[in-house]
Nanobody, 117 residues
Framework: QVQLVESGGGLVQSGGSLKLTCAAS??????????MGWYRQGPSDTQREMVA????????YYADSVKGRFTIAREVGWKTVTLQMNDLKPEDTAMYFC????????WGQGTQVTVSS
């Protein structure tokens, strides 16, 4: 069973940077190449918003709101996916969730990012 653990969240001033990491375990029993990525849910949001994803061919997707500021990357073997976040803004404040998609979707518990103005 795939399990995900996120880390790297915290409190940062506007314009600062953070790097989120998602570590996957239990992937040894899966077959195929997954897609992984990040969603976020702000304090007043009722739904999660996709932030960035990386597919089985290393194709990437970014929400318009983070293009040019955030970069998603993965390590060989799909054990770790990172999200480098630069030039953070107060509107980036949210709980960030990692996901692993291969037949079914597995979610992490989330890591809080707070950007002060």
């Amino acid at each position: 069973q795939v399990q995900l653990v996120e880390s790297g969240g915290g409190l940062v001033q506007s314009g600062g940077s953070l790097k989120l990491t998602c570590a996957a375990s239990g992937t040894g029993s899966t077959f195929g190449t997954p897609a992984m990525g990040w969603y976020r849910q702000g304090p007043s949001d009722t739904q999660r918003e996709m932030v960035a994803s990386i597919g089985s061919t290393d194709n990437t997707y970014y929400a318009d709101s983070v293009k040019g500021r955030f970069t998603i990357a993965r390590e060989v073997g799909w054990k770790t996916v990172t999200l480098q976040m630069n030039d953070l803004k107060p509107e980036d404040t949210a709980m960030y969730f990692c996901y692993y998609s291969l037949g079914r979707v597995t979610w992490g518990q989330g890591t809080q990012v707070t950007v002060s103005s």
